[in-house]
């Protein structure tokens, strides 16, 4: 508001130096292309890696990673991260007795393909967000096709197919959204399978501390065990090597809540992923896969994956379909 002019001896006040934009988010594309930075006025940031739309990092406005990343984690495009949050499409794990997609590797191929940055949006500056720090949130879409995956994949799953994964970075929390079409089209076009998953590794400082609820009284395959039973109704802790398919009793708009030493530090709310994937190594397990370093890191993450990794998500020609989570701190 510009100040009202003086009258007399009165020195005028200077109350607006200039109308200027409200600031935004920076967007940056890095590391020769292969990297998108986001960071928001009020410091959060998160930063992809165009290999597998993988997020590398998340951080809060104080700086405080928010994912956990292996050391040993390859980030040069020969192998899935370790860390952070890699995206599993078409198929979760392996399932030779699901002909279609018998012949692709370990959790598919999106987390092995370079995807294409599609560009960002911000949120509508409004007059209190401008006040407390500009725009709040940035959103940062991915995509990826047939004609973006390798010979090898394109032949392993034959499929006319599009993904568009989003990230939203906002001031309390970070959202990772994917669309799935089959782009075939007509008497031609041909239907697919598929299963996704959100696969996001959360940095804890000490597992033995850590708590989860909303999994309570619900029914899950035991990946360890080798079996599928109910959950207690009490919250789980996490005390040996763990690899659990969860599909909560509360469906996906009941929050599934990480705690460290009592105080919330997570709240994961899901749209039309009704699978929770709970896994962490432990030590043996650790021990075993080369790029999980140090050795001691399962003490400080778990893995909670929000999916759809229970049976199969049918598209027909030009169907589409659209899952997401929202994580706050
Ligand atoms: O080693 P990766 O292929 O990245 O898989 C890591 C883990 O992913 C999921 O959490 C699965 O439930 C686990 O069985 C698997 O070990």
């Given at each position: 508001m510009a100040s009202k002019a003086s009258s007399k001896k009165t020195p005028p006040t200077l109350t607006v130096s200039s109308p200027g934009l409200p600031p935004q988010p920076q967007v940056n594309i890095t590391h020769g292309n292969s990297r998108i930075s986001a960071v928001l006025p009020t410091g959060e940031s998160v930063e992809i890696m165009l290999y597998g739309a993988t997020i590398l990092s998340w951080k809060d406005t104080a700086g405080n990673e928010k994912l956990w990343l292996s050391?040993?984690?390859?980030?040069?495009?020969?192998?899935?991260?370790?860390?952070?949050v890699p995206l599993v499409f078409p198929v979760f794990g392996t399932d030779a007795s699901h002909t279609e997609t018998s012949k692709l590797p370990q959790h598919g191929f999106a987390r092995t393909t370079r995807w294409e940055f599609l560009g960002k949006s911000t949120s509508e500056s409004s007059a209190v967000s401008s006040m407390d720090g500009g725009d709040n949130s940035v959103k940062l879409d991915f995509g990826l096709s047939h004609s973006n995956l390798s010979a090898e994949a394109r032949a392993a799953w034959p499929y006319d197919f599009g993904l568009i994964y989003s990230v939203t970075l906002s001031r309390d929390g970070l959202a990772t959204s994917i669309v799935v079409r089959n782009e075939s089209e007509g008497e031609s076009g041909k239907g697919f399978e598929f299963q996704t998953l959100m696969h996001t590794y959360l940095r804890v400082n000490d597992i033995a501390d850590v708590s989860v609820e909303g999994l309570e009284s619900s029914p899950y395959i035991d990946k360890v065990a080798v079996k599928t039973t109910t959950s207690p109704a009490e919250k789980l802790s996490i005390t040996s090597k763990t690899d659990r398919v969860y599909t909560p009793?509360?469906?996906?708009?009941?929050p599934v809540v990480v705690s460290e030493a009592g105080k919330k530090k997570f709240s994961i709310v899901r749209d039309n992923l009704n699978e929770v994937v709970v896994w962490n190594p432990w030590k043996d397990g650790a021990e075993e896969i080369?790029?999980?370093?140090?050795?001691?890191?399962f003490k400080n993450m778990i893995c909670v994956e929000a999916g759809a990794v229970k049976g199969w998500q049918k598209l027909e020609a030009g169907e589409t379909w659209e899952g997401g989570q929202i994580i706050n701190c």
């Open positions: 050391e040993g984690a390859k980030l040069d495009g020969s192998k899935a991260v370790r860390g952070g009793a509360g469906g996906p708009s009941k080369g790029d999980f370093t140090p050795k001691t890191g």
